[in-house]
């Protein structure tokens, strides 16, 4: 079998530094909108050649961001929603087509 991404080697290799960084973001107390989350959305957009990047909790979210972005209106219903079935509708974000949950 050829593994599709070897993060097992990279784990290897940056343990320490990932293991600080988790303890950190644990002792500020702040796991969302932090000091590490700034530097992070500041090395994405440095690498990427930008002035300004953006966190996100999913790809789910990156997809509507980018969306909104250019105007579209996405319709987002996640896989558990769509199994409970259509018993009821709601809008799941704000200026987008309704979708199940």
């Known amino acids: 079998m050829i593994p599709l991404f070897d993060y097992q080697r990279q784990w290897r290799e940056r343990q320490s530094e ?14 969302i909108l932090g000091a590490e ?28 961001l980018a969306l909104r972005v250019l105007g579209s209106a996405p319709v987002m219903a996640s896989s558990p929603c769509l199994i409970r079935g259509a ?3 709601r809008p799941m974000h704000r200026g987008s087509a309704s979708g199940l949950c």
């Open 18 to 31: 990932i293991l600080d960084t988790i303890q950190r973001v644990l002792d500020s107390g702040q796991l």
């Open 87 to 89: 018993n009821r509708w």
């Open 37 to 64: 989350g700034r530097a992070f959305e500041s090395a994405l957009a440095k690498l990427v050649g930008v002035e300004h990047g953006i966190g996100v909790n999913s790809v789910t979210d990156a997809l509507v």
